[in-house]
């Protein structure tokens, strides 16, 4: 489904990732956890190309790239990105639009459903994510959490075999933080693949198929939640959790 070789990602002088490797099977859920700073989010864009990689292959599905440190043409860019949809840490909801709107609009001019079928899909993913009753409001006018649940219903509009979530929670106020966990909780356990950068480690726990542990760029350890959570001998992992359960 997923399939990550060799990934090497610099900004100048800074190399944020030196050498991925990773598998994520379709119809599972595939946590990234870490410290700040140890590439997360750099991976999690690499892999719908919102950040080129410099080195490395990436293969999603029947798609794959190799990065050779050239910019990559729109041809090359564009099959990569169909296959994935982004649920951004700060919703990033047009404030324009109302939220039908938002979920449509994709639908419209890239997919180039019609308006009617563009609706109706849309009023479909409102009802799955428990916010029909709002689709006519505007973002001002939603909670943080009703924006973030905005946010999966759009990116589940653009029918993705990935959704990727970068921390889709950390904005929220912890009273919000339950209604988009469990829209994420529904989605795994209907199959959807994910992959989801995240600081809720009970998430982790209960949802993953597999948590990948990231520290300073590399992948440090990977595993079932109960081989990262209970049975890790790393000392890196250990330490972290160590600090995150305590923070808790």
Excluded: W
């Excluded at 994520?24 to 190309?49: F, M, Q, W, Y």
């Excluded at 099959?79 to 949809?85: D, V």
């Excluded at 469990?182 to 726990?205: N, Y």
């Amino acid at each position: 489904m997923i399939k990550i070789e060799n990934l090497h990602k610099q900004f100048e002088d800074l190399e944020v990732l030196k050498g991925i490797d990773l598998s994520i099977e379709r119809g599972k859920t595939a946590v990234i956890i870490g410290p700040s700073g140890s590439g997360k989010t750099t991976l999690l864009r690499c892999l719908n190309l919102l950040e080129i990689p410099n080195q490395g292959t990436l293969t999603i599905e029947n798609q794959s790239v190799t990065f050779t440190n050239r910019k990559l043409k729109t041809s090359e860019i564009m099959p990569i990105r169909k296959k994935t949809g982004m649920v951004f840490q700060n919703y990033n909801l047009f404030p324009h639009l109302t939220a039908i709107e938002n979920i449509m609009e994709g639908q419209i001019i890239v997919l180039k459903r019609s308006k009617e079928k563009a609706r109706k899909k849309a009023l479909d993913l409102l009802e799955k994510v428990g916010l029909k009753d709002r689709a006519d409001m505007y973002p001002h006018q939603l909670s943080g959490g009703q924006q973030q649940r905005i946010g999966i219903a759009r990116a589940m509009a653009m029918d993705p075999d990935v959704l990727l979530f970068d921390e889709p929670t950390s904005a929220l106020d912890p009273e919000l933080v339950g209604d988009v966990l469990k829209v994420m909780k529904d989605l795994a356990e209907e199959g959807m693949t994910m992959v989801v950068v995240t600081h809720e480690m009970s998430f982790a726990q209960n949802v993953a198929d597999q948590v990948i542990f990231m520290d300073q760029g590399v992948v440090a350890e990977k595993g079932t939640p109960k081989e990262i959570f209970e049975e890790t001998q790393n000392p890196r992992t250990l330490q972290f959790l160590n600090k995150v359960t305590a923070t808790v």
